[in-house]
């Protein structure tokens, strides 16, 4: 026995009404065209055949939404292609979340590079203004450490401005060349 031939004009109706004879026909009907026109838009069969079972899952379920008289080719193709636009919104989500992902990730390292830097050179200059002659270190760390003014320093060492000013000026030069020797000895070793 022959199955009966359902119009494509009452394919829509019979759906609503939960006639699985009718979507069996919809499907052999529409699968291949639908599939095609996705696949023209995603270049991806997976992602292809998603969206096809996807739509047709999508209109089983939710048969009882089919407006009346509705062409079932064009209701199917409208899913079809609203299916396959929300598809390429979300990737596209997903592709700004991962470069956001990343971006913060080469922050972090960034960050944390930074850090590991600072602490480094912190521990060379520490290290440096140990190495400076006693006298000299002691006025360098009241200067710097401390805050003091070449003045107050004078007068709490019971020296000169002059040899407070001079010693600070003498550090200085002795820490830069010293401090940029270790870190060229560190980047290179």
């Known amino acids: 026995m022959k199955p009966p031939v359902i119009k494509e004009e009452n394919l829509g109706q019979l759906i609503k009404e939960g006639d699985s004879l009718a979507f069996d026909v919809a499907f052999k009907q529409y699968r291949e065209l639908l599939f095609r026109h996705a696949y023209g838009i995603l270049r991806d069969m997976d992602e292809t055949e998603d969206v096809v079972q996807e739509v047709y899952t999508d209109l089983w379920e939710k048969r009882e939404l089919i407006p009346d008289g509705v062409s079932i080719s064009s209701y199917l193709y409208r899913m079809t292609r609203n299916r396959v636009l929300n598809k390429l919104k979300h990737d596209k989500v997903?592709?700004?979340?991962?470069?956001?992902?990343?971006?913060?990730?080469?922050?972090?390292?960034?960050?944390?590079?930074?850090?590991?830097?600072?602490?480094?050179?912190?521990?060379i200059i520490e290290s440096e203004i140990k190495r400076l002659p006693q006298r000299m270190q002691e006025i360098f760390l009241l200067s710097r450490q401390e805050g003091l003014s070449h003045k107050e320093i004078a007068s709490l060492l019971q020296i000169t401005e002059g040899t407070s000013k001079l010693q600070v000026s003498k550090a200085l030069k002795i820490l830069k060349s010293n401090v940029l020797k270790s870190i060229v000895l560190l980047m290179v070793g």
């Open 94 to 123: 997903i592709d700004k979340y991962l470069e956001h992902a990343i971006y913060q990730q080469k922050i972090e390292l960034q960050s944390s590079d930074q850090w590991v830097l600072e602490k480094e050179l912190a521990t």
